[in-house]
C-alpha cells in the first residue's frame, strides 16, 4: 500500500504488522520464518504495549498537571489472569490485531492461549481488586493498584488419583511483557533494629528505628487501560531485591559466596503467594510481605505527593488510601511513624491525617481468618511499629472508657491488644481505630459485621461503617468471555451498556420477541458447545451438550458446601439406578476449585467429587442422564470458558458465611439460573432480577442462629430424610471408594458425631427440592430461557463500575472526577 506506516502508534492492519515484525526481529532477534509461537506471542504484546505507552504517559502527566486526587489500592492480591484480550477490548483493537496475526500466518485465537494467567490471587479478594482496576480506568479515576509480583503465583493444581496435587506456578519462567521493571523507582524496606528515644530541638520526646536489617523493593509496572477512554492507569507490583550492588574487593572467597547467596534469601519476601484462603496462620515471611507492600508503596505516595504538594497535612485532601482486607493494615502505624519519626509532626497532627487518608474493606466474618499477629513477631521485625500500636491502643482504650463508662468486657473485647498466652495485634481492630470508613461488601455482610464481629466498635463508631456491594467488569466477564452474547445485545439495544449496565434492562421487553429469545438460547448452546470441545481437548471428558450445565466453581470450603452439591449428584445417581425407566431431565454437573494445601477436609471433597464422578461416569445407565466432572487447576481464564455456558450457577453456602460472592454476579450476567441460599450478594440478585427469576432454598442467617440455638442435631436430618441418608452410608461405607471404604470417614464423622456445622443436612432436603424445580423449569424452555434473560437484564447493579463509584463518592471523596471529561 501506498499508505504511509506508523509502525509503534498506527492503529490500522498494516502498521500492527510492521510492528510485530519490527518487534520479532530488533527485540527478540528472530524473524517470521524462524520465530516459535511464543516469540510471536511476545511480539505481539509488545506491539500492543506500544500502542499504551502514549495514553499511559499522558494519562499519568494530566494527573500530574491537575493534581487531581489520587486513589491507591492496596492489595496483598490481584488476581487479573490474562490481559491480551482486555488491552485489545479495551482499546478497540481486536479485528485488527487478529487480522495481523492472520495475515503473518497465526491464529489469534492460538497466540492468546500462549499467555499465563496471572495468577496472583487466591480467590474473590484478589479478583476484586482485578475488576476494580479495570473499574477505575474506565470511570477515568487516577486510581493505582499495588501489589506484589509473586515469583510463584496460587500453585498449580493436577489431580491425581482424586487427589490434589499442588505444583509451583512458574507463571514468569519466560518473563512477562506486560511488566516493565522501573530501576529508578526503588525503596528500601527496614526489619529489625530497635525503637531509640531521643530528645529534639524543641525538647520533644521522639524516637528513631536504628540499627535496622534492609531489602529494597522494586518497581514492575502493568498497564490498566481504560474502555475506549485513553486512560491508561497503573498496577505497581514490588519485587524485593538485596541492598546493594556486592563489592567485591572487601569479600573472601567464602564470605563472596554467602553474600550472594544472600541475595536469595532478600529475594524470598517476593517469592510465593500465600495460598491461604480465609485461614490465618501466623507465618513470619507472611508479615514480612504485608510489611514489604506497606512500606514501599507508602514511600512511592509520599514521595509522589511531596513532587507536587508542600505540606502533608493536605494529604487526604489528594491522597486516598484503601486497604484491601487486613493484609496492609500496617499502613496505619508506618504513616504514623513516617509523619512523626522522619517528618516530625505531633501526635494528633499525624493521626488527623492518617486517618482521614485511610480506609479499610472487610471480606470475612469468619473468624479464623481475622489477622492477629503475635506481638513477640512483631517486636522483633517491626518494633518501632509496635510501640506506636501501643500508643494508639492506649490512646483508644481511654476513648472507650470515655464512651462507654468502665466496661471491662468490652474494653478486653475491643482492645487493638489481645492479652492472654500469646498476646497479638488484631489487625481488624488496628484497622477500624485508624481509618475513616470502614466496608463490608454486601449488604447483609455490612449488616452482620455491625451486629456480630464489629459490634462494639459500631456503636461506637457508627458512621464509620459503610456497604459497598462488590461488583464485576462487564468488559472482561460479558463483552470479551461471551462475544456471541455481548454482539447480539449490542444489535438489540446499542453498546451503551458497556460502560452503563444497568441499560441491560432494556432487554426485559425482548422476552416476547420470539426471534430475539431464539437466537439467546441459541447462543447458550453455541457456549456449551464450545465448552465441551474445550473440555473435550484440555481434560478429555465428553459433556452432554443436551444437558443441563450446573457449575460450582469458586474455591473449596466446608461453608461454600460443595459437598451438598455432590450428595445431590450421588442422590441423583441411586435415583436413576433404582428407577431406570423414570424420566429424568440430563445434568451435567461440573466443579471446579483449589483447596488450600493445608485444608485436609477440603482435599478430602475433592476426592470424594473425584470419586462419585468415577461412579457417575463408568455407569452406562447414566448415560444421557447424569455426568459428573471434576475440572482441575481453576483459573480466572477457565472461569471466562464455563461461566457463558452454564445453565445453573452454584450459590449455596451456609447462610452468614459468603461475604458477597462475585462469581454469582457473572453466572446471572451471562443467563445462568442460579439456586443460592440467602446469602452474601444473592439477596441483593433476588432483589434485582425479582423472586421469580433465581431459585432460593434454605435456612436465612436467623434460621441458622435459631436452628443452632434450639439444638441441632444432624442425626434426625439423617434419619428423616431417605436418599440424603442413602448416599451418608455410601460415603462412609466405601460405596465410592471400594478399596479404600474408611477413606471419608472424615466427612461423614463431621456431617453426623461433629454435628455438621456448615447445616449440609439440615438444608439438604430444601436443597433437592430446590433442584426439582431447575429440572422442571428447564423442561419448559421458553420458560427457562425467559428467567435466563431476565437475569442478564436485571444485574447492572453488579457491575464494578457502580462498585467503584460508590467507593468514590462516599469513601474516597473524588467523585468530582467520575467519567469527568469524557462522556
Ligand atoms: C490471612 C488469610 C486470608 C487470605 C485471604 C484471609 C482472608 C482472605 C480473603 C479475605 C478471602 C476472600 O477472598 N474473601 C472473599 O472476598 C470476596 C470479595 O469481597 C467476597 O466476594 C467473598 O464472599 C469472600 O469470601
Redesign the pocket.
Known amino acids: 500500500t501506498s499508505k504511509k506506516l506508523n509502525v509503534k502508534t498506527g492503529m490500522d492492519t498494516e502498521s500492527i504488522k510492521a510492528d510485530i515484525l519490527s518487534h520479532l526481529r530488533y527485540s527478540l532477534a528472530t524473524d517470521i520464518e524462524t520465530a516459535n509461537k511464543k516469540e510471536f506471542y511476545k511480539s505481539v504484546v509488545l506491539s500492543v504495549m506500544d500502542r499504551l505507552h502514549d495514553s499511559w504517559l499522558n494519562t499519568q502527566k494530566e494527573y500530574r498537571e491537575k493534581k487531581t486526587k489520587k486513589i491507591y489500592y492496596i492489595s496483598m492480591e490481584f488476581l487479573i489472569g490474562r490481559l491480551l484480550d482486555n488491552a485489545l477490548v479495551n482499546l478497540n483493537l481486536e479485528q485488527e490485531f487478529r487480522d495481523a496475526c492472520k495475515d503473518l500466518g497465526y491464529d489469534y485465537e492460538e497466540i492468546r492461549d500462549i499467555e499465563n494467567d496471572a495468577a496472583l490471587g487466591?480467590?474473590?479478594?484478589?479478583r476484586?481488586a482485578a475488576c476494580f482496576l479495570d473499574s477505575m480506568a474506565t470511570l477515568g479515576l487516577a486510581g493505582f493498584g499495588y501489589g506484589i509480583k509473586y515469583d510463584y503465583g496460587i500453585f498449580k493444581q493436577k489431580i491425581h488419583d482424586g487427589y490434589q496435587i499442588e505444583r509451583p506456578d512458574d507463571w514468569l519462567r519466560f518473563g512477562t511483557p506486560w511488566a516493565t521493571t522501573r530501576p529508578s523507582v526503588m525503596y528500601p524496606v527496614r526489619f529489625y533494629g530497635r525503637s531509640v528515644p531521643y530528645t529534639d530541638e524543641d525538647g520533644h520526646l521522639r524516637f528513631k528505628w536504628e540499627n535496622t536489617q534492609h531489602v529494597y523493593a522494586l518497581a514492575n509496572d502493568i498497564p490498566m487501560p481504560g474502555f475506549r477512554n485513553g486512560v491508561v492507569n497503573n498496577l505497581r507490583l514490588w519485587k524485593a531485591t538485596s541492598p546493594k550492588s556486592l563489592d567485591l574487593t572487601s569479600f573472601n572467597q567464602g564470605e563472596y559466596i554467602n553474600a550472594v547467596r544472600d541475595i536469595e534469601l532478600h529475594e524470598n519476601i517476593s517469592r510465593v503467594l500465600?495460598p491461604?484462603?480465609?485461614?490465618?496462620?501466623g507465618q513470619e515471611l507472611r508479615l514480612k510481605q504485608e510489611y514489604f507492600l506497606v512500606s514501599s508503596t507508602l514511600q512511592d505516595i509520599l514521595r509522589e505527593y511531596k513532587q507536587q504538594h508542600d505540606d502533608l497535612r493536605d494529604l487526604p485532601k489528594y491522597v486516598a488510601i484503601q486497604c484491601n482486607?487486613t493484609?496492609p493494615n500496617l499502613a496505619v502505624p508506618d504513616l504514623m511513624r513516617i509523619l512523626m519519626d522522619e517528618e516530625g509532626f505531633d501526635w494528633e497532627t499525624s493521626w488527623d491525617i492518617t486517618v482521614k487518608t485511610l480506609s479499610y474493606t472487610n471480606?470475612?466474618v469468619l473468624p479464623e481468618?481475622l489477622?492477629k499477629w503475635p506481638v513477640s513477631m512483631l517486636r522483633n521485625l517491626l518494633p518501632r511499629h509496635l510501640q506506636i500500636i501501643y500508643e494508639i491502643n492506649k490512646r483508644f482504650i481511654n476513648k472507650v472508657h470515655e464512651h462507654f463508662g468502665d466496661d471491662v468486657n468490652r474494653v478486653r473485647r475491643m482492645s487493638i491488644i489481645s492479652e492472654g498466652e500469646q498476646p497479638s495485634v488484631q489487625m481488624a481492630n488496628l484497622g477500624i481505630v485508624g481509618t475513616h470508613k470502614v466496608n463490608g461488601?454486601a449488604a447483609l455482610h455490612t449488616d452482620l459485621i455491625k451486629k456480630t464481629i464489629f459490634r462494639d466498635f459500631f456503636e461506637m463508631y457508627p458512621e464509620r461503617f459503610t456497604n459497598k456491594t462488590?461488583g464485576i467488569t462487564p468488559r472482561r466477564w460479558l463483552k470479551q468471555c461471551n462475544k456471541p452474547l455481548a454482539d447480539l445485545i449490542t444489535s438489540e439495544i446499542g453498546d451503551s451498556w458497556i460502560t452503563h449496565l444497568s441499560d441491560l434492562r432494556k432487554l426485559d421487553d425482548k422476552v416476547n420477541d420470539k426471534k430475539f429469545m431464539k437466537k439467546y438460547s441459541d447462543i447458550k448452546q453455541q457456549n456449551k458447545e464450545r465448552l465441551a470441545a474445550y473440555v473435550k481437548e484440555n481434560y478429555g471428558f465428553e459433556l452432554n451438550t443436551k444437558a443441563i450445565f450446573d457449575i460450582q466453581i469458586k474455591r473449596i470450603h466446608e461453608y461454600k458446601r460443595q459437598l451438598m452439591l455432590a450428595i445431590y449428584a450421588a442422590a441423583q445417581y441411586n435415583y436413576i439406578k433404582a428407577n431406570p425407566d423414570a424420566p429424568v431431565v440430563p445434568r451435567t454437573i461440573i466443579f471446579a476449585g483449589k483447596a488450600a494445601p493445608g485444608y485436609a477436609m477440603a482435599k478430602m471433597f475433592i476426592k470424594l467429587i473425584n470419586s462419585i464422578s468415577d461412579k457417575i461416569n463408568n455407569d452406562p445407565d447414566m448415560e444421557g442422564k447424569l455426568q459428573c466432572f471434576f475440572l482441575d487447576n481453576y483459573s480466572v481464564t477457565l472461569a471466562e470458558q464455563l461461566i457463558p455456558a452454564a445453565d445453573v450457577s452454584e450459590q449455596i453456602s451456609t447462610a452468614g458465611m459468603?461475604?458477597?460472592?462475585?462469581g454469582n454476579m457473572k453466572f446471572a450476567l451471562n443467563g445462568a439460573v442460579t439456586i443460592g441460599t440467602l446469602d452474601?450478594?444473592n439477596v441483593e440478585i433476588k432483589e434485582e432480577v425479582g423472586d421469580e427469576n433465581i431459585i432460593i432454598f434454605g435456612l436465612t442467617v436467623e434460621g441458622v442462629e435459631e436452628l443452632r440455638r434450639s439444638g441441632y442435631s444432624s442425626w434426625e436430618y439423617y434419619n428423616a430424610d431417605k436418599a440424603l441418608k442413602q448416599v451418608i452410608d455410601q460415603i462412609r461405607d466405601g460405596f465410592f471408594e471400594p478399596d479404600h471404604p474408611s477413606l471419608f470417614h472424615t466427612i461423614t464423622n463431621s456431617l453426623l458425631d461433629g454435628n455438621d456445622y456448615f447445616l449440609v443436612l439440615a438444608d439438604y432436603p430444601a436443597y433437592a427440592e430446590a433442584q426439582k424445580e431447575v429440572d422442571a423449569l428447564y423442561s419448559k424452555p421458553d420458560e427457562w430461557f425467559k428467567v435466563a434473560l431476565y437475569n442478564t437484564a436485571r444485574v447492572g447493579k453488579f457491575s464494578s463500575d457502580r462498585t467503584i463509584s460508590d467507593y468514590a463518592t462516599d469513601i474516597w471523596g473524588c467523585e468530582d472526577q467520575l467519567n469527568k471529561g469524557r462522556e
Open positions: 487466591n480467590g474473590g479478594l484478589g476484586l500465600y491461604n484462603d480465609k485461614i490465618f496462620v482486607d493484609h471480606h470475612t481468618a489477622e461488601v462488590n459468603e461475604a458477597s460472592g462475585t452474601g450478594a
